[in-house]
């Protein structure tokens, strides 16, 4: 008897990483050879999981900045408002705040919907003015996201779904993080890897014994029985 596989969503960092943050070689071979649907679903800003789509050789199936933007079958789809974020950036900068990155900040230069700000920086003032705007923030656990509150993974993976043709509770869910949560919440079967924060463990179906890579490998494994 052959078991159907699922349609794949998966976070980047945490998940496809070492503890290092660099990728395992062996999660893009499994990401390559997965005989359904792959959807990268991360925080980072779109032209990085754009560019891992295309140098594992599958097709850019995104979705990037937490939900605010994503592309399926050559469909760009934008949810969110970066120019509300920069909003509440300029008053952060003016209370004497800093984002954190640096003068050049390669990590806001290409993004669209958001703002990601250092988790060196102070979170309480950025969350009482993000709050103020109309906006939360999201800690990843690489960075402090300011966002639309209508914006998640989750709502943006049922637009993708919606495109490919797909029922979203048909996927199969992989993070490690609170940005994961809305996801796993959509798909059918969720896995946290084991080195994820309590909130993605609390919600994901099953928390994996290994961390990183290993877990994804391991859910991987589960979810093809």
Do not use: C
């Not at 919600?203 to 589960?222: I, M, R």
């Amino acid at each position: 008897m052959t078991t159907m596989v699922p349609p794949l969503a998966v976070d980047i960092d945490g998940t496809l990483s070492r503890a290092d943050r660099s990728i395992d070689p062996r999660a893009l071979d499994a990401l390559r050879e997965w005989p359904g649907p792959v959807v990268i679903a991360t925080g980072k800003a779109l032209p990085f999981p754009v560019a891992l789509s295309q140098f594992i050789g599958i097709q850019a199936r995104v979705i990037a900045e937490n939900g605010g933007i994503s592309i399926v079958d050559d469909e760009l789809l934008v949810h969110g408002d970066r120019a509300a974020a920069d909003a509440v950036v300029q008053e952060y900068e003016a209370a004497g705040y800093d984002l954190g990155w640096g003068s050049l900040d390669l990590a806001n230069r290409w993004r669209e919907t958001e703002i990601a700000v250092s988790l060196d920086s102070p979170l309480d003032p950025l969350t009482t003015i993000a709050e103020a705007h109309g906006l939360e923030v999201v800690d990843t656990g690489f960075a402090y996201h300011v966002k639309s509150p209508t914006v998640s993974k989750g709502r943006a993976l049922v637009e993708v779904a919606d495109r490919l043709d797909v029922d979203p509770a048909s996927f199969l869910a992989i993070g490690d993080s609170e940005n994961d949560v809305g996801m796993f919440e959509t798909a059918g079967v969720s896995y946290a890897v084991g080195n994820a924060d309590e909130s993605a463990k609390r919600t994901a179906d099953a928390v994996t014994d290994g961390s990183y890579a290993d877990g994804f490998l391991e859910a991987l494994e589960k979810a093809s029985r």
